[in-house]
């Protein structure tokens, strides 16, 4: 595993990058709108040599291959799903579930692509491609992050519906493809040093859709990000909002060259090499939700309320919630599902539920944790108020008593309002609300995977006293994904 500081530099590699509002980025290490975050993914690459994390990070010194980043496993066994799953958890909670593309999930994404090609089965050179690409940021840490690679809102106006694609082919060669166009919103483009761009790109090629990955500094890439999240400058009243900003994007491509090793045939759906991806995104939301819930606790017992009965029920109300996902990622890891080569993947009916659960509970949490401080959410002070000499005293008499100072009560106050009531969270909640389709796909997901139609309903006739007709429920699984929203350009 790399250290941070090398990761660090990685970034400093010449980059075309744009952030809304901000103009042409020249160095995202030092820009303000890029630095913090920065300084987050330097921290999670030397948790990897930081001997309180790494009994959580790193594999037993005892496991078949010795002790590696779990960040990185190709997982074959139950043990390895819930080793992998307790580094997820316990990482991303670090940044409340606002960093949800780690290097971590570059893993997952290179994982999904070797499983997708295996499983195709187009050449045994592009299953090679695949593993050995994996195999490299396993040894290396390199950082990939996912684009779906779907259309922006101008491609899809187009007048004539053949132009309405992302991507077009420019040329092909022996050595590879070279693609034009601009592909639509993906995450942390801007700490990234790889992008995988997905089956939503519009490229066919022998009969199969073409994706690929694509480094971020290749020449004809830019990447555009949009605007960053309002904050305060300073710290102490946007604790969360000041060091965690992902920066989704788009990217364009003018005659980028993709070399044959770096290109992927898969089908036109993306799900094939998704599943791994979507147990990583349920863990980043059970984060914010038991983060949510934390925050809750703590500011139950700093504002006096461990009492109040209408509060312990709020709390019930969110150890629910909380406990509801957390054990349907539990029992996705115990009730995997195998692949033909051998690879675990978490069961796909248990993520399904999860993901529902939360989705639908999302909302709900946050609004619970801005109800249950109470009007002090959103007067507390800053720690420079607190010391002026003007208002000082009296802030200190307003927020001071219980045994927490002023400074103390203020602090986890701004904590939580940052977490639930600024532009970071509005952000994170506009963003989730189209996740992987929203709830109308999590429910055809767990439409198509769950398997126990025809037991359960064949169970039920066991119990009569007359010869029933068997049951045959198989056909619920079909289940055709409506189509990405269909617009229509305006008539002239």
């Known amino acids: 595993m790399r250290t941070g500081a090398e990761y660090r530099e990685a970034l400093r590699d010449g980059r075309r990058l744009y952030i809304m509002g901000e103009g042409l980025i020249e160095d995202v290490t030092v820009h303000p709108a890029t630095r913090a975050t920065v300084d987050e993914y330097v921290a999670w690459y030397d948790r990897h040599a930081d001997p309180e994390w ?50 971590a999930y570059g893993n997952l994404i290179a994982l999904g692509i070797l499983d997708a090609v295996q499983q195709r089965n187009v050449s045994r050179e592009q299953i090679a491609s695949a593993a050995a690409y994996r195999d490299m940021i396993a040894a290396t840490g390199r950082f990939l992050t996912f684009c779906a690679g779907a259309a922006t809102i101008g491609a899809r106006l187009r007048p004539d519906p053949a132009d309405r694609v992302p991507l077009r082919l420019v040329r092909e060669t022996d050595a590879g493809l070279t693609v034009s166009g601009k592909v639509g919103m993906h995450t942390s483009p801007a700490y990234a040093e790889d992008v995988y761009v997905g089956s939503h790109c519009g490229i066919d090629h022998g009969g199969h859709r073409v994706t690929f990955i694509v480094p971020v500094d290749a020449p004809g890439v830019t990447v555009l990000c949009r605007k960053i999240s309002a904050r305060h400058a300073n710290a102490f009243m946007a604790p969360l909002s000041s060091r965690f900003d992902e920066l989704d994007g788009q990217m364009w491509l003018e005659d980028v060259f993709i070399p044959w090793e770096r290109i992927f045939l898969m089908d036109t759906s ?164 189209h996740a992987n389709g929203g709830i109308p796909a999590w429910r055809g997901r767990i439409r198509r995977s769950f398997s126990r139609y025809n037991e359960l309903a064949n169970g039920v006739l066991k119990s009569l006293s007359l010869d029933m007709p068997a049951i045959d429920l198989d056909g619920l699984r079909t289940f055709t994904p409506a189509p990405r929203r269909v617009v229509t350009p305006p008539k002239a």
């Open 54 to 103: 790494q009994a959580v990070v790193l594999t037993p010194a005892d496991r078949p291959g010795g002790r590696v980043p779990w960040s990185y496993v190709l997982p074959r066994s139950t043990d390895d799903l819930r080793g992998m799953g307790r580094c997820f958890s316990e990482t991303t909670f670090q940044s409340a579930g606002n960093i949800t593309h780690t290097p």
């Open 270 to 433: 993306p799900e094939p090499m998704a599943s791994w991806l979507f147990w990583h995104q349920l863990y980043c939301w059970l984060s914010k939700a038991e983060f949510t819930l934390g925050l809750a606790l703590a500011c139950t017992h700093a504002m006096g309320l461990v009492e109040h009965e209408p509060t312990l029920e709020y709390l019930i109300d969110l150890i629910v919630d909380v406990q509801t996902v957390r054990s349907c990622v539990t029992a996705a890891e115990l009730d995997p599902e195998l692949t033909a080569e051998g690879y675990c993947i978490p069961g796909r009916g248990h993520i399904a539920a999860g993901s529902i659960a939360m989705q639908k509970a999302r909302q709900r949490i946050t609004e619970t944790l801005r109800i249950l401080p109470g009007s002090s959410l959103v007067v507390a002070p800053s720690d420079k108020d607190l010391a002026a000499p003007e208002v000082g005293a009296g802030l200190d008499e307003s927020f001071a008593g219980g045994g927490y100072t002023a400074l103390q009560r203020s602090a986890l106050l701004q904590l939580a309002a940052d977490h639930v009531a600024s532009a970071l969270d509005g952000r994170e909640s506009a963003f989730e609300l």
